[in-house]
């Protein structure tokens, strides 16, 4: 994979790379989404699991993330409704960039004085 | 590389992941770091290759990577001064994380209205 090519595509037509990149490089969205790799969840459970993330963000990520067709959104008519979210098939194909992160972060930790 | 345990520390110590993520999601990180795959720049070359970006946000992109070690930056006393950039072996070290990228950029191209 010649990343070359990206380089001369960055500035002209609609680059996939760029557009990838625009999606994925929001402040939350990879932490939803990693934790969405291991399955369905609700609200208040991913609220729970993404570490510093408020009710508001959550929300305007989650649409997003629907919008985008990352994930997918289910209503329930229980009493009360409830609703799940899950990562479509192009969401759960973000898994080998997600375990390529994790992997570059276990082999290059930040120092203390780098965060 | 099970995606379930960075789920349960997402929320407690720190956590590798969610530092590299931090780092790598900066709007244009990641693009900067892919220019920077093919060599050497300098920063009027670099600001031409990352579409959108401005000479202020630059800088201050090029300052954060450098203080985290991902890229370096190399002074010559020429007339005028020239400054060179380049990647850290840390910053080489994310070569498969934008290769994985690339490749689901291209397999799951976002539709016009989703941009």
Known sequence: MDLQQNKKSENTAPCPFREAMDLISG???MSIINNLMTGKMRFKELE????????RMLVKELKELESKQIICREAFATVPPTVEYSL?????ALRPVL???QKW???????????
């Open 27 to 29: 402040k939350w969205t």
């Open 48 to 55: 729970r699991s993404v570490a510093g993330i408020n009710t």
């Open 88 to 92: 479509t098939e192009k969401g759960k």
């Open 99 to 101: 375990i390529e992160v």
């Open 105 to 115: 972060a276990l082999n290059n930790p930040l120092n203390q004085d780098q965060l």
